[in-house]
């Protein structure tokens, strides 16, 4: 017989609908409230993994930035002038839309050699990494821009005069035979605009007497002229050129020079013992015979006229002329730097790149004396480290 419902069970699937619905409306937030976490948590994953490589990026570009002109003296080149260096802003990291970096650089336990950079790097929803990487200076000299280096940024103008001159971009030993580095510009400027004035100022007979890095015999020859703009400025190359000078002691050892006119025989270092010149007479003029190893610096105009052999590295403040007869002879085994606006080259001078005849000039006064790579010893993750260690914020 069918049941009949009591008056007091009346309602009773209404509430247990109620009951029902409320459950799944428990079920369904608490799912969607794990669900949000879940990818919170995957976005915040992906966000502390993007600024860190973003933060390790920055290191790099720090690198890139000091080891283009290379450093004698991490102090006095790197640290008091990081803001001209790297600049006042943060940079941008170009594969994730929203992250910048800065690095801020500190000096070391011995401030020539050593050092710290310190890279912050910021995206969104306000994630944060520092990564601290301790540097040190190598004793690997820098590769040079060039066999010839025209530092200046202003419009330089170039000479070339005759067809019995080289300048080589490719590796020579000092003492003979090619080396096995790589080859670099056989004349090497700052910018396109100076790249453009010294190619155009070699004739078409005189395109074959630049080689080294991207000669071509042709047709058409094309010349080794490049343009190298991580190079040092001038300013960069005076603060080096101080540096320089500052490792032969106090007094220095050799003394400044101040002859203007080289008529006899003069000797500026040998390859057994390569020093550091200095020749501070506005103008210098080489007549007569005359060698040198190691490093030296010119401090006014310089014309060889006569015969004069030199190994290592030359820079001249002024302008650099080589005018020698057909019977005498001007031969540069490593690389010359000059910042005056004007280089003329003629008669049979030779410049040769030679990376050990700059590894000979690295070893004046006891070594160390070219610029040279910042290499990284340690680098950490502040977000693993205790607040205030290891170079941590």
Known sequence: MPR??????????????????????????GALLVGSSDIRATRNYRGAA???????????????????????????EIVNNWT????????????????TYNVSVY???????????????????????????????SNVPSTAPGAIYLVNDAPTNATFNGNAFTVDGNDHRFAGGMGTAPPVPGISTRNATNTTETITSLTATQD?????????????????????????????LNQIITDILARRGNPPNPPDDNTSNINSNQIYGTPANP???????????????????GIMVVEGDLTINGDFDFVGLMIVR????FSTSITGNATIYGSLWTEDLNLTVGGSAV??????????????????????LIKVTSIADCAELPGGSGGCP
């Open 318 to 321: 002024g302008q650099t002329t």
């Open 275 to 293: 020093q550091i010149t200095h020749l501070t007479a506005n103008n210098v003029h080489m007549n007569g015979n005359a060698s040198g190893c």
């Open 84 to 99: 001209t260096l790297w600049g006042a802003s943060s940079r941008n990291f170009g594969p994730f839309s929203g992250f």
């Open 351 to 372: 410049v040769n790149y030679s990376s050990d005849a700059l590894a000979l000039a690295n070893q004046s006064t006891g070594g160390g004396a070219l610029p040279a």
């Open 107 to 137: 000096s070391g336990t011995t401030p020539a050699d050593d050092g710290r950079f310190v890279a912050t790097a910021t995206g969104i929803e306000g994630v944060k990494n520092v990564v601290v990487a301790n540097v040190t200076r």
């Open 50 to 76: 993007q600024v860190h490589f973003a933060a390790e990026s920055a290191i790099l570009d720090a690198l890139q930035t000091v080891n283009g002109p290379g450093v004698v003296n991490f102090q006095n």
């Open 4 to 29: 009949t419902p009591k008056r007091r069970e009346r309602g009773m699937v209404l509430v247990m609908a109620l009951f029902t619905m409320a459950a799944l409306l428990v079920a369904v937030t």
């Open 208 to 236: 074959d007497n630049v080689t080294g890095l991207g000669f071509s015999m042709g047709p058409p020859i094309v010349p080794s002229v490049w343009t190298s703009p991580v190079a040092p400025s001038i300013a960069q």
